[in-house]
């Protein structure tokens, strides 16, 4: 009887502890010269933001690329790529880093650790780029070609969208705030400042030489408090505001102003923080030269929930993201400049931003 | 018959299925009552209460019931890392969809909606019944997936007693536990304390970095202390009066993802709760009586801070407080020989407090809420008994739809074939934070509505003291609507809807069987759970399995002990697990897991003390796993026990 069961008793657990592992992911080589990169975003704390890849020469879209490719994830909230040569950076925010990436192969080449919560990286020249972050009250500079941090430009508030104009980066105070500052690359240092409508999120400069900064207005209950959300037009060399183009609903929520190649028109998303369904949500189109909102969007969102934007710099093609549930795959839809579906597909969870590699 | 017992364990190898728990299914809702005339057997109404063995509680005296109910009970306990929060999944349900009373108060966090199961230690519980499916509603509403009742008792008959147990574990884990009690014939007190504390720094693999370096876990650390303390009065064979008092509070690090490489972020969330109920039983031939009241306070504070260049930012800094005032009335008559009527008023209120002081923002809400439950149970013949309830809820002075159920038990063969059946319907309230959320809560959600049912055949065989054989199949379905669902609006908005319907089937099948030989005994339980819980869509096509939810699960315990000696082994099997609206076997799904328990102990009389030295291994094969996606978990460890009683 002891002996049975101990031999029974070994079988069993033998059984028992048999297989159950992760499969090997599906290891690939990539080399790839044109298309677009999107990055999903992933849900905050599940880690799994990804990297997907549309070839414009092919119209195929490949998701899950950096996994593919490396074997590990992206990490927790991948937010933005930039792209320099064949060389791409992502900031994964919640993540604390910011990974190169061949724009090829998708293969990791390093990582800059130890950041708070990096969100945009602004390249200056082949030795110098910035990286805004949402907690830090700095904004690091770093070279590109070493991934070394050289410096810190002492904000004194968390820093969101950049843009480049001659020896000067613009970067707006989006989290809680509602100042866009001006940086002189030369020094690093703010040597000035101006105050918008709350939460600017983001920023253009147009043909004219413009900068335009899209404000959200924030929410209500924010500490900072609910303003309406504007565009304002500001003379970038004299930091004036030309003018301020205020959204007639303050529960109204646009954001990702872009530009398109020529630079004569902008274009943004608008929604309701609440859903609310009072005014028409969707994408927007507005030339730099008027100072009226368009009555009507531009791309209507109808019965899809716009995440985010891109606009190719060369084709002027316009993808929009929708998110879904942000528990599944979200679809991307591409669109003429005049505005025409040309076609949709699915990429992961969560589509952010859209990096645009040319040849 | 010894080949017998051999044999009966090598047919549970071949079937691989399940478990177990079937021991002594009573409705067991009183405490301690003396010369209380017991008509008919309650189990017959009982569809699927399963009391968990006192053998599995004494087992996991250490442990929280996450850890016992996560090896041995049909449901899935999910858990980013050992000692943090830990929710459940009953018959494909949510967290909140459990309901959970310890004498005779509800402790879901009114907040929340769910209990944090790593947080109630099984040292200060004596009885664990498992309430699944439309039988939840015995206990009242709101168990979607069901109930799980505690009780913590005293020990009669016990003039003076006491007992201490040290742990030493991995990680520089350390628990002791300590109790003492006693008393007359009419008067006892019990006094239960633990602590527990682990730097909880275990070493695991990244593979979510690009290094695959093995690395410590970082601020995972916890520590938990609790007090427990009772007295009971029973004046005479009628009456007992017990005054119950749960004090506890913890301290948990909470560790970051497996991918940060940050700069640095400091997470931590202190819980503290007090839990206090007062019973007052009376029995008296065919009446029997039980008042109750009590109250619990909850604070849960949650603190986030990220390093920056510039010094540490507090991004999140939440305090909230949640009261709690319950009031129960049951009584129960036995009309006749063949009817039973029984009777539940209950009134209770909550109370919710919380604000983030880093942004100033929080609310406040307070929730009342009413019902009476009558119930009548019908004993037909001596093999066939029926019971059917209605309730009828009141919520801040809105009549929430009537909660009917009904069940049935038939024995097919006498003592040895069972049928038994249950349906009803039942409702699920939206939680405070679902409510009054800042931003996002939606003050015009409904309850939840759920139509569920079950039916099962229970099997029993034994040959005289010496084996038995329980077996248990019961299949279930669940149709859940107006089912709550944190969705975006637009941009960056989350707020909760009634959105869904979902569809819940599913099988539990359960194995126990015994062999007293000689100087050995031996206890084999398995169990396999299968559920399907899925959406539906406008057209009721099916959609995706819920996310976290596994399709199978199986657990199997193996007790053997001779003379002094004697070894308990667990495992669990956990499937595939997505954690996407997609049903797709892909890097958004978790691969399944086994886990192995092993523990090797020797109780010896000593001094005229009880010793009890055990040592036991945890994760066998070192198996690498998640229980949430890229959240790390221990491999092999240790742990070493001794328990002294007098």
Redesign the interface.
Known sequence: MNKNLVILLFAFVLLLSLGCEREDPEFRTFSKSTGVFIINEGNFTYGNASLSFLDLTTGEIDNQVFYKANGFPLGDVAFSMTISDSMAFISINNSGKIFSVNTRTFKHQGTIAGLSSPRYIQLISKTKAYISDLYSTSILVFDPGSLQITDTIETGRSTEQMVVWNDYVFATCWSFGNEVLKINTLTNQVEDSIRVNNQPNSMVIDKNNNLWVLSDGGYEGSPLGVDYPALTVIDPDKMDVLTTVLFPNISGSPNNLLINGSRDSIFFLYGSWTGETDFDSGAYRMSVNSNELPDDPFIPEKNRLYYRMGIDPVYSTIYISDALDYMQKGFVFRFTPDGALIDSMRADRIPGFFAFMTE | M?LA??HI??IF?LF?SGIPLHAQEKLNDTLRIKAVSIRGNLSMTSANIRQVDSLEIQNNQGGSLADLLAKNAPVFIKTAAPGSLATISMRGTLASHTQVSWNGIRINSPMLGQVDFSLIPIFFTDQIQILSGPVSTLKGSGGLGGHIDLASHGKWGEAFYGSLTNTIGSFKTYRILAEAGGGGSSFQTRVRLFHEQSENDFPFLN????L?NRVKQQNADFSKKGLMVQAFYQPNAKHLIGIHAWLQSSNRSLPP???????G?NEYQNDSQIRISANWQFASGAFNSKLNSGITVDRLDYYLA?????GL?V?YQTESISQSIFNNYQGSLYLSEKHKLKVHIHGNYHKVEIIDQK???GYNADRGEVGIQVMMEQFWTRQFKTYALIQQDWIQKSQIPLIPSIGLAYQFIPNLLELKASAGRNFHLPTLNDLYW??GGNPDLLPEEGYLADIGLHAMLSADSIWRLEAEITGFASYIDYWILW???????W?PQNLNTVLIKGFETSIHTSVQ?NK?E?KLRANYTLTHTNQLDSENNTLAQL?YIPIHKAT?F?H?ARNAYYLN?S?T?TSERF????EEF???SL????L?QISLGRKQALLGLNTDLHFQINN??N??YQSI??RAMPGRHYSINLTIQF
């Open positions: 010894k017992a051999v364990i090598a190898i691989g593979t979510a970095n690009g695959f993802i497996m991918s940060y490489e940050g700069i972020r990220h390093q920056t260049g510039g930012l991004n942004s100033g923002s800042i931003p969705k975006p609006g637009e941009f960056r908005y707020s030989l050995i031996a996310i199997v193996l053997l082994y495992y099997y954690t996407s609206t997609e892909s890097l958004h691969p399944a897991f086994s192995h066998l094969f198996a690498d996606l890229w």
